[in-house]
């Protein structure tokens, strides 16, 4: 019974501690939860609201469910505001758009952090600058160089300042990125003899990947679901992209509002599903020049 006891006594005392969340800890995650909510709410009453027939949405019942669920709305979304036409135009747009912001930008941003000449930081400043301009206030003088170049109610003239407006941004991350790249591999490069342009392509593309994904999804965005330029620069039914689908539901004497609910969400899906399939390369690609080495 003894030796039961000594054996029974040397064996590890295993003591259970209760793990309390703090207050802080409790604080932390009711204010996510609250702003979880305040984001998905907005997607999930569109949803409901794209459901619903026109004298569920005029009752004013905004919370209630919809008595019978009107699946037919999409199907007049997509037949009867060209949903597809929209959708190819703003495609052409967006990824024209992207394309050359991620060109160009690159090609700036190289030139700034990799070259040793003295109007470097004089060109970083001047597309700082640019993010400071608001885009209400080049309306009327892009409207009026449009209008002499004659490219007016065209995709270009939708292209163009797109393109401006999103570069700003895009040399700011790239070259926050490629300031940590170190100058030796440039260097092994240039003794093999490559050339600015090589170099370019050959060593600072390659590792400028996770940026540039963060460019294009920003890009993708910002110009998706852009309206006020496209309005301005844009009267031909046939050039509209999907911001002005809406407008297919509207008439003199009637509005069907389920469809128009159903238009909304089509259009917002590819940027929800871009989002959620490339959040996390959004995340790598803000930090990726945060911490060198």
């Known amino acids: 019974m003894s030796q039961y006891a000594s054996s029974a006594g040397s064996q590890p005392v295993v003591k259970v501690r209760s793990r309390r969340l703090s207050l802080k800890t409790i604080l932390a995650f009711v204010l996510f939860g609250l702003l979880l909510l305040t984001q998905l709410y907005p ?36 037949e009867g505001g060209s949903y597809f036409r929209y959708l190819g135009n703003s495609l052409f747009v967006t990824v024209t758009t992207m394309v050359g912001v991620i060109l160009l930008s690159s090609l700036a941003a190289f030139a700034i952090t990799r070259f040793r000449w003295k109007y470097g930081q004089l060109v970083m400043l001047l597309f700082l600058l ?23 109610n065209t995709h270009l003239a939708l292209i163009l300042p797109y393109m401006a407006f999103q570069m700003p941004i895009a040399v700011f991350i790239l070259s926050g990125f490629l300031r940590t ?110 911490v060198k080495g």
């Open 130 to 152: 640019g993010m400071m301009i608001p885009m209400q206030g080049t309306l009327l003088p892009l409207m009026i160089i449009f209008k002499n170049l004659n490219i007016l």
């Open 181 to 290: 790249i170190p100058h030796e591999i440039e260097e092994s490069a240039i003794m093999d003899g490559a050339g600015p342009f090589r170099i370019f392509r050959s060593v600072i593309l390659p590792v400028s990947i996770p940026p540039m994904m963060t460019v294009c999804i920003l890009t993708f965005i910002n110009v998706w679901n852009e309206y006020i330029l496209a309005a301005t620069f844009i009267s031909s039914e046939h050039l509209k992209t999907l911001p002005f689908g809406v407008y297919s539901f509207v008439s003199q004497y009637s509005v069907n509002y389920g469809s128009i609910g159903a238009f909304l969400v089509l259009a917002a899906l590819p940027v929800i599903v871009v989002y959620f399939l490339l959040a996390e390369k959004i995340t790598k690609g803000m930090v990726a020049g945060a």
């Open 43 to 78: 997607l999930l009453w569109l949803l409901i609201y794209s459901l619903k027939t026109n004298e569920e949405i005029l009752s004013g019942s905004f919370f209630s469910l919809p008595a019978q669920w009107q699946w037919n709305n999409y199907q007049g979304a997509i």
